[in-house]
């Protein structure tokens, strides 16, 4: 009979507005705006082209150049192109470049590596230096396969054509972001071949590229290779080849290495390699978990001059917060305020912030006073993260200091620190320290706003304080404060509801709300329908949707699934099936709570095989249920016994694309277990028989 309905049901539903054709709407604007200017453009553009001879070749360059660069209207630098070849105009170097540039500012790569592949088939071949600007410009678009068949192309039809050094170690570099080395390493080799002297940025690029993959022995004969060749090796080199030593767990090379590198970096202590090639082998360091390493660079400096110590102190602290170790990162604070040094706020206010979120707000509380002496004020969001952690630990004091702190911030908007402070209060359950910081705000004339107000109430009725609560929302209904709005109401409602209070709440949705101009949205109107529910007045209940539909107040996905789950815990089965089959299912407006909401409660009335008859008709229509609800048809045949049918479900769930999850697999163990203990307790009890 499910079935009947169901299908039914899903014959009269109507398509969704979503799914008409787009062009609908917007035609008009391409008929009338878009495709007019365009006419126009073009019929400017074909009498421009018959004004002008074709042979003042300067003008028309001027007018490319400027259609591509000043007025950003590649389109219409392709359509006089276009007319002028028509013609018999023959685009130079200057009007390709304008064109392949003006396609790369509009970010269409594609389209310009095309249009140089053009000209270069029409047997216009630009000069060497110009092949190189564009293929440099090329690059930029990160495809270093499609620019590697281009200069192929190029050297092709133009043997003499060299992509200049710079080209050839960008593309390597591109193909080793890729990890796709084993092709740079060929595109170095063709490089060599065609006459170019590959330099320290080549055989860094490689290296970098073979460690990436972990092939940290084939960069290793690169780097033999350079010296070798003569090529001397820089700081970056030492430290790229050191990340893949250091992955590969080869500590002992990795020492031999670092010793290497100090003394390169502090031999050549103007190059500006030094810098980043610090970087990178400081954040390998802590990838790896080397942290003593770094603690130990911190202590001893062994790089010398050739990176300031600033920066060098920054990096570290930057590298282990990105690690999650800020207990570390403080210790470098303390090593640079032991030397005179002040680390930056920035990386100040990171080491704090990251504190206050793993646990350690007691530190993080002590580096912020101790911060306030240079100039540190917390951030707001990190001043949150603070406090919250504060009152979690029920020390009230320390974030009453860092609330002072935040106060005394030069440019803070003080309401905004109250209501985050009040936040953070909400998550102790203390009514008596809301009051006090509410009263506080009117005695030092910070006028409070409705968020508030708000996050007083809710402090209010999380504890029960349902009075107080009544007060503060009379005195805005009166005009003391701010006048509530429906997030007030919906706050107090849910208040009176979770103590009992329904008669006070019903009267303020029906009666105070309209009084004042409130409308209740759906959101006021599902913690209404849940809080009665909860109270088993599954009636009322009723009575509030059906007001709420008159209202027409859009029930959602979550209103559907608080009723399901109310009308299941009051036993008015039937009426769940029929206001499926009446109200949820044509609306179109059902997910996989809504789903798993009829699932669990079927099965929790023990209609187990109605529960799988439902799923299976949800999929015959079309729909496809996330795992939840199969995991809570396999939970219920566990608690049940049943093996054949648990795994019966399973293979459905496979059947509709889904793999089972941890939860799956828990429940299935949890029933083998359940099994093979009734059969332990059988054959005992049977032994018992026998020997008496």
């Given at each position: 009979m499910r079935g009947q309905m169901l299908r039914a049901a899903s014959t009269q539903r109507k398509p969704s507005p979503?799914?008409?054709?787009?062009?609908?709407?917007?035609?008009?604007?391409?008929?009338?705006?878009?495709?007019?200017s365009q006419i126009r453009s073009a019929e400017e553009e074909e009498e421009e082209a018959e004004g002008e001879?074709?042979?003042?070749?300067?003008?028309?360059?001027?007018?490319?150049?400027?259609?591509?660069?000043?007025?950003?209207?590649?389109?219409?630098?392709?359509?006089?192109?276009?007319?002028?070849?028509?013609?018999?105009?023959?685009?130079?170097?200057r009007?390709?470049?304008?064109?392949?540039?003006?396609?790369?500012?509009?970010?269409?790569?594609g389209e310009a590596h095309q249009r140089l592949l053009f000209?270069?088939?029409?047997?216009?071949?630009?000069?060497?230096?110009?092949?190189?600007?564009?293929?440099?410009?090329?690059?930029?678009?990160?495809?270093?396969?499609?620019?590697?068949?281009?200069?192929?192309?190029?050297m092709n039809v133009n043997p003499t054509f060299v992509p200049s050094l710079l080209n050839y170690n960008r593309l390597i570099d591109q193909f080793c972001l890729f990890s796709q080395p084993d092709l740079a390493h060929r595109l170095f080799i063709d490089m060599i071949g065609r006459g170019h002297y590959p330099n320290t940025i080549s055989y860094t690029t490689l290296i970098n590229g073979y460690c990436g993959i972990g092939e940290v022995g084939v960069a290793h004969k690169l780097f033999d290779e350079m010296s070798e060749r003569g090529v001397v090796p820089n700081s970056m080199?030492?430290?790229?080849?050191?990340?893949?030593?250091?992955?590969?767990?080869?500590?002992?090379?990795?020492?031999?290495?670092?010793?290497?590198?100090?003394?390169?970096?502090?031999?050549?202590?103007?190059?500006?390699?030094?810098?980043?090639?610090?970087?990178?082998?400081?954040?390998?360091?802590?990838?790896?978990g080397l942290f003593h390493e770094v603690f130990r660079i911190a202590e001893e400096m062994p790089q010398g001059k050739s990176v300031s110590k600033e920066f060098a102190y920054g990096q570290m602290i930057d590298s282990l917060c990105r690690a999650g170790r800020h207990h570390g990162a403080s210790r470098i604070v303390y090593i640079m305020r032991k030397r005179g040094l002040t680390p930056s706020l920035v990386s100040y206010n990171a080491i704090v912030h990251g504190l206050s979120k793993d646990g350690g707000c007691m530190r993080a509380y002590q580096l912020c006073q101790e911060g306030i002496q240079f100039g540190y004020f917390p951030s707001e969001y990190t001043f949150k993260v603070l406090v919250e952690g504060l009152c979690c630990e029920y020390d009230l004091l320390k974030a009453k200091d860092v609330l002072q702190v935040m106060l005394n911030k030069k440019g803070v908007v003080q309401t905004r620190i109250y209501n985050i402070y009040l936040r953070?209060?909400?998550?102790?359950?203390?009514?008596?320290?809301?009051?006090?910081?509410?009263?506080?705000?009117?005695?030092?004339?910070?006028?409070?706003?409705?968020?508030?107000?708000?996050?007083?109430?809710?402090?209010?009725?999380?504890?029960?304080?349902?009075?107080?609560?009544?007060?503060?929302?009379?005195?805005?209904?009166?005009?003391?404060?701010?006048?509530?709005?429906?997030?007030?109401?919906?706050t107090m409602i849910c208040g009176l509801l979770n103590a009992g209070k329904s008669e006070a709440a019903l009267n303020l949705l029906y009666k105070t709300m309209p009084e004042l101009a409130v409308r209740p949205g759906v959101v006021t109107y599902n913690a209404v329908l849940r809080g009665l529910f909860n109270l088993q007045m599954a009636t009322e209940a009723m009575d509030v949707y059906t007001s709420m539909v008159d209202q027409g107040v859009v029930a959602d996905c979550t209103t559907y699934t608080i009723i399901i789950d109310g009308l299941f815990g009051s036993d008015r089965i039937d009426?769940?099936?029929?206001?499926?089959?009446?109200?949820?299912?044509?609306?179109?407006?059902?997910?996989?709570?809504?789903?798993?909401?009829?699932?669990?409660?079927?099965?929790?009335?023990?209609?187990?095989?109605?529960?799988?008859?439902?799923?299976?008709?949800?999929?015959?229509?079309?729909?496809?249920?996330?795992?939840?609800?199969?995991?809570?048809?396999?939970d219920n045949a566990s608690k049940l016994g049943w093996k054949r049918e648990a795994y019966q479900i399973v293979g459905e769930m496979r059947r509709n694309g889904l793999s089972p999850d941890a939860v799956t697999w828990r429940t299935l163990d949890k029933l083998h277990r359940n099994v093979v203990k009734e059969f332990v307790e059988d054959d005992s009890s049977q032994m018992e028989g026998v020997n008496s």
């Open positions: 979503c799914c008409r054709p787009i062009t609908k709407f917007f035609a008009p604007f391409y008929s009338t705006n878009s495709q007019a001879s074709i042979a003042n070749r300067a003008y028309w360059s001027k007018r490319i150049h400027t259609l591509c660069t000043t007025q950003s209207n590649v389109d219409a630098a392709l359509r006089l192109l276009d007319l002028l070849r028509l013609r018999g105009y023959r685009p130079d170097s009007n390709l470049s304008s064109i392949i540039h003006a396609l790369c500012d509009s970010n269409r790569y000209s270069i088939a029409s047997d216009y071949c630009p000069d060497e230096r110009t092949c190189n600007i564009l293929i440099a410009r090329l690059l930029d678009s990160q495809t270093p396969r499609i620019t590697a068949h281009l200069i192929l192309y190029l080199t030492y430290s790229v080849l050191l990340r893949g030593v250091l992955w590969k767990r080869d500590f002992d090379l990795g020492k031999l290495l670092m010793d290497e590198l100090w003394m390169t970096m502090r031999e050549d202590e103007e190059s500006s390699a030094n810098s980043a090639a610090f970087s990178n082998f400081v954040d390998a360091l802590c990838k790896e953070a209060l909400c998550f102790i359950n203390n009514p008596t320290e809301l009051l006090n910081v509410l009263v506080s705000m009117l005695q030092t004339g910070c006028q409070p706003d409705l968020i508030t107000l708000n996050t007083v109430l809710k402090g209010f009725c999380k504890v029960g304080r349902i009075e107080e609560a009544m007060k503060i929302l009379n005195d805005m209904i009166l005009g003391k404060f701010c006048p509530p709005d429906s997030v007030s109401f919906t009426e769940v099936k029929r206001f499926w089959d009446d109200v949820v299912w044509p609306s179109g407006r059902h997910d996989n709570f809504v789903y798993a909401a009829i699932v669990k409660g079927l099965c929790s009335a023990g209609r187990w095989d109605e529960a799988c008859d439902f799923l299976y008709e949800l999929v015959d229509c079309g729909v496809s249920p996330n795992i939840v609800s199969y995991n809570i048809l396999i």
